[in-house]
C-alpha cells in the first residue's frame, strides 16, 4: 500500500525500560541493528498497526506497555535503488513513518523474539536512548535522529530506586532475603526468551553492519 508519492505507510517503535534504555534489536542473520518496525496495513490506524508489530516482532501485549507519546507527523526516508526489488522500482520510493515512544510496564522477561515463525530479531538489547547513528543503516539515520529528538521531550523522570527490589527482596517468611550488593560477578542470569548478552555494537560491529533486505 503506497501513497501518490510512493511511499508505503510505517510504524516505528522506541521501547524503554525504567532507567529510560532503548529495546535494540539485531536483525536475524545479520549484524544490522534497529528499533522495531513495520507497514500499516489497509484499514489499519497507526496506533493498531504499533500494537501488531509490537507483539510480531518482540511478544508484547498492550497491558505491557504504556503510549507515552507519537511523533506529529509523518517521518520519510527513501530507499536507494540497489535496496529495492527489481519489480518495485519506478513508483516505490521508500517509507514515511509514524513513531511512537512507549515503556515497558512489565518484567522484560516478558520480550519474546520468536513469538512469531517469521522472527525479524535473533538478538537483543538494552542501550542508551541516543543510540550511535553510524550503526544504523545510512538512510535510515535521518529518521532515526528526528524521532528521537521529537520524542526525547516526553522521556519520563528516573527513579534511581529499583521498582521491583525495594530495598531487598523477600522470602515467604518477609525476611530480607537477597539486595543488589549480594549479587557475585559471574552469577548466572535468566535471559528473557530470545535475548542474549551481546556486546556493544558500538565496539563490536563488522564493515558491513546496516544492510538491509531489499524493500524496506
Known amino acids: 500500500m503506497l501513497d501518490r508519492d ?21 536483525r ?40 507515552l507519546a507519537r ?12 535496496y529495492i526489488r527489481r519489480d518495485a522500482r519506478g513508483h516505490y520510493k521508500g517509507q514515511k513513518q509514524i513513531w511512537f515512544l512507549l515503556q515497558l510496564t512489565a518484567h ?4 519474546n523474539l520468536r513469538a512469531t515463525d517469521h522472527p525479524e530479531f535473533d538478538a ?3 542501550n542508551d536512548y541516543w543510540v550511535p547513528l553510524d550503526v544504523v543503516v545510512e538512510f535510515k ?15 519520563p523522570r528516573q527513579d534511581h530506586r529499583n521498582r521491583y527490589l525495594r530495598g531487598a ?29 551481546e556486546p556493544d555494537p558500538q565496539t563490536a560491529m563488522p564493515a558491513h553492519v546496516g544492510q538491509e533486505k531489499p524493500d524496506v
Open 28 to 67: 536475524i542473520r545479520t549484524h544490522s541493528w534497529q528499533f522495531p518496525q513495520g507497514g500499516i496495513d489497509r484499514g489499519e490506524s497507526p496506533e493498531q498497526a504499533m500494537f501488531r508489530e509490537l507483539q510480531e516482532e518482540v511478544g508484547l501485549a498492550p497491558e505491557h506497555v504504556r503510549i
Open 169 to 197: 527482596l523477600r522470602n515467604r517468611d518477609g525476611e530480607a532475603a537477597m539486595t543488589d550488593s549480594d549479587f557475585m560477578p559471574g552469577m548466572a542470569l535468566e535471559l528473557p526468551p530470545g535475548g542474549t548478552f
Open 141 to 155: 539515520r535521518g529518521v532515526y535522529e528526528m524521532a528521537l529528538s521529537e520524542l526525547a521531550r516526553f522521556l
Open 108 to 111: 522484560d522477561w516478558n520480550l
Open 124 to 126: 537483543w538489547r538494552w
Open 6 to 26: 510512493g511511499f508505503r505507510p510505517n510504524v516505528g517503535i522506541i521501547l524503554l525500560n525504567q532507567k529510560n534504555q532503548v529495546f535494540w534489536g539485531k
Open 71 to 82: 511523533t506529529r507527523d509523518w517521518l520519510r526516508y527513501e530507499v536507494p535503488d540497489r
